[in-house]
């Protein structure tokens, strides 16, 4: 089946320093990959998306590569800000039947930033 | 436009009781997924409409879990026989305003589920 392993945190940084979120997957055939991120009292919101292989998906000055090679799709910043902290989900969907596109979710990675 | 929107927002409830979520997703969107987000689980997958289909059960934890959705928009998740490992947030999401848009879900604000 699918699975995603993310980097557990929480991961504590200070501002403008640099940010580095692995994540792996498992996956039969060819899945899309997504960042999304839920800040503190809100819902999920999708962060960044990539369909296929050496796709770079980005946003807010987020970037993450899809690597089909290494399987994984790492979340990266070069300088984050004290409104970045939030907690952040990896995840994958792969057509699982017709139009099925269920998420499978890594275990969120929760990150601060402190001023 | 507006977006999924989830109610009741909280949910604190008795074991043993039945409870009730409601979803309603962005207008036009055919696809409506549930999830549930708990602390031991992390993010899970529910159950998925899409259209007319026959709904995909397949993460539903126990036959206490249903939902059905009318007339292809609102959802109701229901929940018999409450248990106090029920207690998560309920994540709905809807997708899929055109045919390469399936893989895009948002999410809507969840319900908080309290068994006690």
């Known amino acids: 089946g699918n699975s995603v392993t993310q980097m557990e945190g929480p991961v504590t940084l200070s501002e403008e320093a640099f940010l580095t979120i692995n994540c792996t997957y498992t996956a039969t055939g060819y899945p899309s990959l997504f960042w999304y991120v839920q800040y503190p009292g809100e819902g999920l919101q999708l962060l960044l998306k990539?369909?296929?292989?050496?796709d770079k998906g980005s946003n807010k000055g987020f970037e993450a590569t899809y690597r089909k090679e290494t399987t994984s799709f790492h979340l990266e910043k070069g300088s984050v800000q004290v409104s970045d902290s939030a907690v952040y989900f990896c995840a994958l969907s792969a057509n699982s039947g017709g139009s099925n596109y269920k998420l499978t979710f890594g275990k969120g990675t929760l990150l601060t930033v402190n001023p | 436009g507006a977006g999924v929107s989830q109610s009741p927002s909280n949910k604190v409830t008795e074991k043993g009781k039945d409870v009730e979520l409601r979803c309603d997703p962005i207008s036009g969107h055919t696809a409506l997924y549930w999830y549930r987000q708990s602390l031991g689980q992390g993010l899970e997958f529910l159950i998925y409409?899409?259209?007319?289909?026959?709904?995909?059960k397949s993460g539903l934890p126990s036959d206490r879990f249903s939902a059905e959705r009318t007339g292809g928009s609102v959802s109701t998740l229901t929940i018999q026989r409450t248990q106090q490992e029920d207690s998560a947030v309920y994540l709905c999401?809807?997708?899929?305003?055109?045919?390469?848009?399936?893989?895009?879900?948002?999410f809507g604000p969840g319900t908080r589920l309290t068994v006690l």
């Open positions: 990539a369909t296929k292989a050496d």
């Open positions: 999401a809807s997708s899929g305003r055109g045919q390469d848009s399936y893989n895009e879900q948002f």
């Open positions: 409409f899409q259209g007319n289909s026959a709904p995909d």
